[in-house]
């Protein structure tokens, strides 16, 4: 704790109060000797910075004249700036401007102080440094603090946004403020909230802060049980989310489908929350999959934009005329259990027919029904396909899939299959 404040000479008083004018001008060109960003600025904000080192100076003298002591304030130096320069103006420039008029006063310390007061004048001025530093730095840790929680309030809003699918003009001025106005590549991430202390904000923080890691934008929140968040920037979002999965709670982690921006973050949030639901149906599923993965276990819990996808997916490259032997061929496989030989004896054609189809039916679908989950997708999507059919009038035999006529059932060559 500093001891009482010596008071100057009258001699030395008035001789400081006279150069005030003097030190201001000996600070800017200071300034503009030593200091790169300063010179970069325009006439105008250099012109404002320059007030306030006289801001700076003036409430030096005014403070060296205190009969009394009292803290200077960091709030008034800026008192007459526009507020534009000290939002643009950092921490560390705002110490550049101190010190540089610690300098100034300091070169000038003989010429000013009276005799026996130079010490009192140098260790003053130090003193003054220091007490303004203290506030400048208080000053901006709390305008931090704001701006923290301004932008926290921000995000929140963002992915509310994104979650309920309201993609208007206040979501996009909202995301231009966070600097996600022209984001590329999104994707919607969700898992269980890990349990830390502190409660959301730490986990919030050290998600967002380990995503920057791999140089990928991110917006996160807490929403109850569930950590969600944005990321932007990346085709590879399953990637970052494996090298962040410790970041999340228990259970399964789903990535939503990549979106070209922010305002069609909806869909990929839909599906990514979809995935997120179903993902218990499937006990062995990765601990980070992607939304379409669970597809066939979203459609079975309602999601109708699933069944849609799958029917577009699978059932309707196969049911096209062209494709007709490739569907009753999966038709078939799936009924015998994924046997060659009992699927060759109900179609009437060799097993290699029956495992070239099965080739063909992985190009043109994607999906290869001799790997048992995928040959459950087909199975689902196959089902959903013909639940979306007109109802078959009574007597008419078995379903369209099935009326197309067997071809080829003599021959035993792929190659004419």
Not at 16 to 41: D, I, K
Not at 42 to 59: H, N, P, T, Y
Not at 155 to 172: C, K, N, P, T, Y
Not at 370 to 387: C, K, Q, Y
């Amino acid at each position: 704790m500093s001891g009482p404040r010596q008071h100057p000479s009258e001699a030395t008083s008035r001789a400081v109060e006279r150069s005030a004018g003097e030190l201001a001008t000996l600070a800017s060109q200071r300034m503009e000797e030593h200091l790169r960003w300063y010179r970069e600025l325009s006439a105008e904000e250099r012109s404002q910075v320059g007030l306030v080192a006289q801001a700076g100076i003036s409430q030096f003298i005014a403070w060296f004249h205190q009969e009394e002591s009292h803290q200077p304030s960091a709030i008034s130096i800026f008192a007459n700036a526009p507020q534009e320069l000290t939002r643009s103006v950092s921490l560390r420039q705002t110490l550049d401007l101190v010190r540089t008029v610690v300098d100034v006063v300091e070169s000038r310390v003989e010429s000013l102080a009276g005799p026996g007061d130079e010490q009192l004048l140098r260790e003053s001025v130090l003193r003054f440094s220091r007490e303004i530093a203290f506030a400048a730095a208080e000053v901006y840790a709390g305008a931090a603090e704001a701006r923290g929680a301004w932008d926290a309030r921000l995000e929140a809003l963002v992915v509310d946004a994104v979650l309920r699918g309201e993609a208007d003009d206040s979501m996009q001025s909202r995301a231009s403020a966070l600097g996600w106005g022209d984001v590329a590549d999104v994707t919607f991430v969700v898992g269980s909230t890990p349990t830390v202390a502190g409660g959301a904000v730490p986990a919030v923080d050290d998600l967002r802060r380990s995503v920057r890691q791999h140089r990928v934008e991110a917006l996160a929140i807490v929403q109850r049980s569930r950590l969600i968040a944005i990321l932007g920037g990346t085709r590879e979002a399953s990637r970052v989310v494996e090298a962040v999965a410790d970041c999340f709670g228990p259970g399964p982690i789903v990535v939503g489908p990549t979106v070209p921006h922010l305002f069609a973050a909806g869909r990929s949030a839909r599906a990514a929350l979809s995935g997120l639901a179903a993902a218990s149906a499937w006990p062995d599923a990765p601990r980070v999959l992607e939304s379409d993965v669970v597809l066939p276990e979203r459609a079975l819990a309602g999601d109708p934009p699933a069944g849609r996808i799958l029917v577009e997916r699978i059932y309707r490259p196969l049911a096209a005329a062209s494709h007709a032997p490739l569907l009753q061929t999966a038709t078939a496989y799936l009924e015998t259990g994924g046997s060659l030989e009992a699927s060759a004896r109900s179609l009437f054609v060799h097993p290699n027919t029956v495992r070239y189809r099965l080739g063909r039916i992985s190009d043109v679908t994607g999906y290869d029904l001799t790997s048992p989950r995928e040959a459950w997708t087909v199975r689902i999507a196959l089902a959903l396909g013909r639940l979306a059919l007109p109802p078959t009038p009574a007597g008419s035999g078995r379903a369209a899939d099935n009326h197309a006529p067997l071809e080829e059932t003599s021959k035993v060559s792929p190659a004419t299959s």
